[in-house]
């Protein structure tokens, strides 16, 4: 069975820093794309960032220059350095772990961590 667990949210002051580490377990085969998404109450769930299994990163355009997304493919974990945190990041942030068979996708959620920027 696949699990996938993210830690490290907390309340921050706007300017301050958190670190978000996820990791992937109960997969025995190799993942594709491991990544963070973000949701606030009321809207969709957004990508913040992404990094494919060879090494191909995508940011969001409003975290771009503030916050590092780095992956351990030996290990499944994905980590997220958030810098320059700002109350507008506050949101719960999610860990993806995705899988592409032909044209199936899996994809496979962690339960979700809080991060808060107080202002």
């Known amino acids: 069975q696949v699990q996938v667990v993210e830690s490290g949210g907390g309340l921050v002051q706007a300017g301050g820093s958190l670190r978000l580490s996820c990791a992937a377990s109960?997969?025995?085969?190799?993942?594709?794309?491991m990544g963070w998404y973000r949701q606030v109450p009321g809207k969709q769930r957004e990508l913040v960032a992404v990094v494919t299994n060879d090494g191909n990163i995508n940011y969001a355009d409003s975290v771009k220059g503030r916050f590092t997304i780095s992956r351990d493919n030996r290990k499944n974990t994905v980590n997220l350095q958030m810098n320059s945190l700002k109350p507008e990041d506050t949101a719960v942030y999610y860990c993806?772990?995705?899988?592409?068979?032909?044209?199936?996708?899996?994809?496979?959620w962690g339960q979700g961590t809080q991060v808060t920027v107080s202002s």
């Open positions: 109960g997969i025995t085969v190799s993942i594709d794309d």
């Open positions: 993806n772990a995705e899988r592409r068979v032909g044209q199936d996708i899996y994809k496979y």
